[in-house]
């Protein structure tokens, strides 16, 4: 016998689909440390889930429209269930970006990211050095940066027009956000795709207080100093039993209307 919990989204379908699975578990509910964590609802409530639990096996169940990250769905229940109760299902390692914030004081956070890390300081202007590989790349001025695994390309990066990356592929994006440029000021513009192995450090040229956000979690840091975002081989478990192909969850996600 496992601990489990299930982590629900606050709507009907997503209630009912909790309710139709749970009586038929056998394993024993822990909220407090589950080994085996349900997630019901969207990709919202996977990375909720996942920063909850991080150290549990995830099985994501998509109840509404889109479900980037589910494996299961309404029409597989009974196959998710004999999974849980037989351990039956497969695990897919899914890479997580590490960053740490520094201040001033050079007190730190340090978090794991599933889609992507932002920084950005409206209303006013963000002006970073950005080092890739402790080299220098550009100086940008603008909104803001936003540092997205292959999974979270597809989340606000991509409405940053960032690219969408097959997770297969081990990288990292850097995407601005309305960044600034004149015959003064000159950044790259386009999105960054990088080996997952680079290390990016944005520098603060003088200290002030910005916004950032892991996932869904967001930090605000008076006289901030720097953010380095790395690989540090941190990943989520999430469980499947057969694997929906890439470009069909592209297609299922974005373009279905189209047929
Ligand atoms: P949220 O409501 O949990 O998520 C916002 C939307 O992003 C939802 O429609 C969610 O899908 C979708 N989403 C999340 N991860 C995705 C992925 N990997 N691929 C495709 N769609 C994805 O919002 P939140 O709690 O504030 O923040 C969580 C996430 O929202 C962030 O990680 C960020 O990626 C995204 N976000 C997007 C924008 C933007 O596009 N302008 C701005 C801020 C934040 P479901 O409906 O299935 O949950």
């Known amino acids: 016998m496992m601990r489990y919990c299930i982590v629900c989204r606050n709507d009907e379908e997503s209630k009912k689909i909790a309710n139709r699975i749970q009586p038929k578990i056998k394993h024993q509910i822990d909220e407090d440390n589950p080994e085996l964590v349900i997630a019901v609802g969207g990709d919202g409530t996977i990375i909720k889930a996942f920063h909850t639990y991080p150290n549990a096996v995830l099985f994501g169940i998509h109840s509404g429209h889109l479900g980037f990250y589910a494996n299961y769905n309404v029409d597989n229940l009974e196959c998710l269930i004999e999974d849980i109760n037989t351990g039956s299902y497969q695990i897919e390692f899914l890479d997580l970006l590490t960053c740490?914030?520094?201040?001033?004081?050079?007190?730190?956070?340090v978090a794991n990211a599933l889609n992507e890390i932002t920084i950005v300081t409206p209303p006013r202007t963000l002006i970073l050095d950005v080092n890739i590989d402790q080299q220098f790349?550009?100086?940008?001025?603008?909104?803001?940066?936003?540092?997205s695994t292959p999974y979270g390309s597809?989340?606000?990066?991509?409405?940053?027009?960032?690219?969408?990356?097959?997770?297969?592929?081990?990288?990292?994006?850097?995407?601005?956000?309305?960044?600034?440029?004149?015959?003064?000021?000159r950044t790259l513009s386009s999105p960054l795709v990088l080996s997952q192995k680079k290390n990016i450090l944005l520098k603060a040229i003088s200290p002030q207080e910005v916004f950032i956000t892991v996932d869904h979690l967001s930090y605000?840091?008076?006289?901030?100093?720097?953010?380095s975002i790395y690989n540090d081989n941190q990943t989520l478990r999430m469980?499947?039993?057969?694997?929906?192909?890439?470009?069909?969850?592209?297609?299922?996600?974005?373009l279905i209307s189209q047929k």
Do not use: W
Not at 100 to 109: P, R
Not at 160 to 185: F, K, M, W
């Open 154 to 185: 597809t989340a606000y990066n991509k409405s940053l027009h960032g690219c969408v990356i097959d997770p297969t592929l081990r990288c990292i994006q850097l995407t601005e956000i309305a960044g600034i440029n004149s015959n003064a000021y």
């Open 137 to 147: 790349f550009e100086r940008f001025r603008g909104t803001g940066m936003c540092i």
């Open 220 to 227: 605000t840091v008076e006289n901030f100093k720097s953010l």
């Open 100 to 109: 740490k914030i520094t201040d001033e004081e050079n007190k730190e956070i």
């Open 239 to 254: 469980a499947y039993h057969s694997q929906e192909n890439f470009l069909d969850r592209i297609r299922r996600t974005f």
